[in-house]
């Protein structure tokens, strides 16, 4: 049986910000057990998380990157598959965390130098006084495509939004940005989204809890998204950040202020190839599919329907100022205004 934590009303007090925090320093190794870590994005380097050479004098320098359990996490990837690190003189190993909050201890003990966390858990930790800003876009979710989406049982008799009144939906982190943008969903179709139920639930674990009724809905990613509609779940929305105001960018590349600070050649260079990726994927977005069926150990029936992925390491304060807005509409956000230099801190040179 799936085990599930965390459940809440949302009738009652949000969860403060701090607690998503300090709950994912707790869980982090649990985490890193069920998503997988360690994994490697390119051939050569040492595997550790530590680096060498300065990215600044022709060295190759190796650094770990913190990404989610999600086909967005592929980037890395499928930019070292590319060529793009290496062109850059970085060789990049992957480790996978649960969700943004999740790669806090991970930055802050040098275990992971980068990370792709969305952008609302920056932004609670620097409320904390957390130092470990944004400094580059990283995907972002549109299109008519399914990419972040609220999907029913396929026997629960949710049908449409209006029948989640009451329910329960597991979200990868409570008090955090699936659930900001779930609430902005069921909001505007006139659903009181302070009467719904969420539940804290690891991604892979979705498929199994929606379909054995042990919640009534989820916002997953891919590639458990296409394996819970592939299993006649409902899907009720493809995208509830959507909803969010000005449609924010939703995730970010970060890292600790005093890394960025060390280390501006090596985040560029990181940037620089990201970037190049990024906009390889949308010149050809068959050819990132083409890598997870290959090479990013996708079955090529989910990877083929992978769609309303935006990869860009474009983003602005403007961003940073979206999110706070809607995290203190839906009271997600309880504290006062965010400082942005200290939750964005864009690469320059």
Known sequence: MTKMSCVRKSSQSRVNPKFVVTRALVGVASIALVAGCGSSASSSGNGGGGSSGNGGGGGVTTITVGTVPAVSGAIIGYAADKG??????????????????????????????????????????????????????????????????????????????????????????????????????????????????????????????????????????????????????????????????GKPIYACWNASGDWLAKNPAVAKNFVDALTEASAATTADFTSFKEYLKTKGNTPAAVADNVTGLDFTTTMSNDDIMKWQDAGKKYGILTSGNVDNAKAYQPVTG
């Open 84 to 245: 793009y690190f290496s062109k850059h003189n970085l060789d990049v190993k992957t480790k996978e965390l649960n969700g943004g909050a999740a790669a806090v201890p991970a930055l802050q003990g040098n275990a992971i130098q980068v990370a792709q966390s969305n952008v609302l858990s920056v932004i609670q930790g620097a409320n904390q006084g957390l130092n470990v800003p944004c400094f580059a876009g990283a995907v972002n979710f549109g299109g008519d495509g399914v990419s972040l989406p609220l999907i029913a049982g396929a026997k629960g008799g949710v049908t449409k939004a209006s029948d989640l009144a009451g329910k329960s939906i597991a979200v990868n982190a409570t008090g955090g940005v699936n659930e900001l943008a779930t609430d902005a969903y069921l909001a505007s179709q006139g659903v009181d989204y302070k009467q719904v139920k969420y539940v804290a639930m690891p991604y892979p674990n979705m498929p199994q809890a929606v379909g054995a009724g042990q919640v009534d809905a989820v916002v997953p990613v891919d590639p458990f998204a296409a394996q819970i509609l592939g299993k006649g779940g409902k899907l009720l929305t493809n995208n509830v950040a959507a909803s969010v105001a």
